[in-house]
């Protein structure tokens, strides 16, 4: 079993649409948590970081749920240039041989169309 | 400023031929890491490298993978006797510091015959 599952979609939304991602990871000793974006044959870039208390990046909401192990991403009014793949990721404790290493889920794709 | 760069970008080679490739990170980041992102697969770890430390080579699929980092700096990934299922996107990453934001570089494909 992998340790970070997302569903991979692909979800299809017309432009405006309130899409949400999910990610459950099974690695409880995990400490930091991220969403990547990663466009169509190019680089993973850092989306944003995901914290306890969930946080919001203008359109962007992520939210953290140690308990249930369960990582979200909320994009509202999405746009067109919205459309890629979204990447969950978790690293482990600092000063554990996973507290550097990225451990990546296979991405949910999406694409927002006109 | 100038990214973390790949080199080459694409790389096609022939079942057991040897290939390697070239991570260059941003300039003064100490952390330097190798993934792997194959088809179906997603991103995996494949090796760690920090400051003049010992790497971490635990996610190396097989002893046909080495890695070195010359200087503290430039990186090159060695596969030798590559086979088809080596094909996949080799990213190269790098931070200030090992708990820091990781920079992706863009890549290289490589293609196994």
């Known amino acids: 079993r992998k340790e970070v599952e997302q569903d991979p979609g692909p979800f299809n939304v017309p432009e405006g649409a309130t899409v949400a991602f999910n990610c459950t990871y099974s690695n409880s000793a995990s400490q930091s948590f991220f969403w990547y974006r990663q466009d169509c044959r190019k680089e993973p870039k850092l989306l944003m970081s995901v914290y306890s208390s969930g946080n919001e990046d203008g359109r962007f909401t992520a939210q953290l749920n140690r308990a249930s192990q369960y990582i979200s991403l909320l994009i509202r009014d999405s746009k067109l240039s919205d459309s890629a793949t979204y990447l969950c990721?978790?690293?482990?404790?600092?000063?554990?041989?996973?507290?550097?290493?990225?451990?990546f889920g296979k991405g949910t794709s999406l694409l927002v169309t006109p | 400023g100038a990214g973390v760069s790949q080199s080459p970008s694409n790389k096609v080679t022939e079942k057991g031929k040897d290939v390697e490739l070239r991570c260059d990170p941003i300039s003064g980041h100490t952390a330097l890491y190798w993934y792997r992102q194959s088809l179906g697969q997603g991103l995996e770890f494949l090796i760690y490298f920090q400051g003049n430390s010992a790497p971490d080579k635990s996610g190396l699929p097989s002893d046909r993978f080495s890695a070195e980092r010359t200087g503290g700096s430039v990186s090159t990934l060695t596969i030798q006797r590559t086979q088809q299922e080596d094909s996949a996107v080799y990213l190269c990453?790098?931070?200030?510091?090992?708990?820091?934001?990781?920079?992706f570089g863009p890549g290289t494909r490589l293609t196994v015959l």
């Open positions: 990453a790098s931070s200030w510091g090992s708990y820091n934001e990781q920079f």
């Open positions: 990721v978790v690293k482990g404790p600092p000063n554990s041989n996973s507290g550097y290493a990225l451990n």
